[in-house]
């Protein structure tokens, strides 16, 4: 299996763009997860989906961004307008089980917001 | 709500000699525990995991953890560290009923010298 890949692995853009940061989970896996990177605030939780539905938003600013899970193989995370405080990594990760399963990371997009 | 605390930001060793790693959750509710490594410029990786039964855990590369629900920690431990164990380390927290979303402690940064 080729992992939870992301795309693209660099993303430099100017303040004011939009930026479309995406995902492919592992296939069979019906949990996907989107998490930001960053030296002050850690891995925080934007949002995360089941079968395609979002379960929990609650971390994410829904002024500007926007996650999107057309089906069960491809997910999308949108940032309009970017704003320099959005440079960060953002993690895509999925996994097959409630709770108990582990969650099996992409290696990340890191966003330069400038 | 969980939080995790990971009690160390920097842990500096020398190769061959033991080391840990503290985390301390809280939690209302039953939870389930993690321990994830980050190598640079890559996602996390699943070191090793408590759902239930026997307190102490073995994970991969010779780490092992133990849960402690009295003091609520889950301490990450190997007896002889190697260079190749300079990484990031996570401890992670997830509420049993809610379908693997993820908690994680802000890191801790181990440094294996020569």
């Known amino acids: 299996d080729a992992g939870v890949i992301q795309s693209p692995r660099h993303e430099v853009t100017e303040m004011g763009q939009e930026v479309t940061l995406r995902c492919k989970p592992i296939s069979g896996h019906d949990y996907l997860f989107w998490y930001r990177q960053t030296m002050m605030q850690g891995l925080e939780l934007l949002v995360y989906?089941?079968?395609?539905?979002?379960?929990?938003d609650s971390g994410m600013p829904k002024d500007r961004f926007s996650a999107k899970m057309p089906n069960a193989s491809f997910s999308t995370l949108k940032i309009q307008p970017s704003e320099p405080r959005d440079s960060a990594v953002y993690f895509c990760?999925?996994?097959?089980?409630?709770?108990?399963?582990?969650?099996?990371f992409g290696n990340g997009t890191r966003l330069t917001v400038t | 709500a969980q939080s995790v605390t990971q009690l160390d930001s920097q842990v500096p060793v020398f190769e061959e000699a033991p080391v840990e790693l503290r985390c301390n959750y809280s939690?209302?509710?039953?939870?389930?525990l993690f321990w994830y490594v980050q190598y640079p410029n890559q996602g996390l990786q699943l070191l090793l995991k408590?759902?239930?039964?026997?307190?102490l855990v073995k994970g991969i590369n010779g780490f092992e953890a133990e849960f402690n629900k009295s003091q609520t920690s889950f301490h990450l431990r190997k007896p002889s560290v190697h260079i190749s164990d300079t990484a990031e380390y996570f401890c992670?927290?997830?509420?049993?009923?809610?379908?693997?979303?993820?908690?994680f402690g802000q890191g801790t940064e181990l440094s294996v010298k020569p």
């Open positions: 992670a927290v997830s509420d049993i009923r809610q379908g693997g979303k993820l908690i």
């Open positions: 939690s209302s509710v039953s939870v389930y």
């Open positions: 990760a999925s996994s097959n089980r409630q709770g108990q399963a582990p969650l099996h």
């Open positions: 408590y759902l239930s039964g026997s307190t």
């Open positions: 989906f089941n079968n395609k539905a979002v379960m929990d």
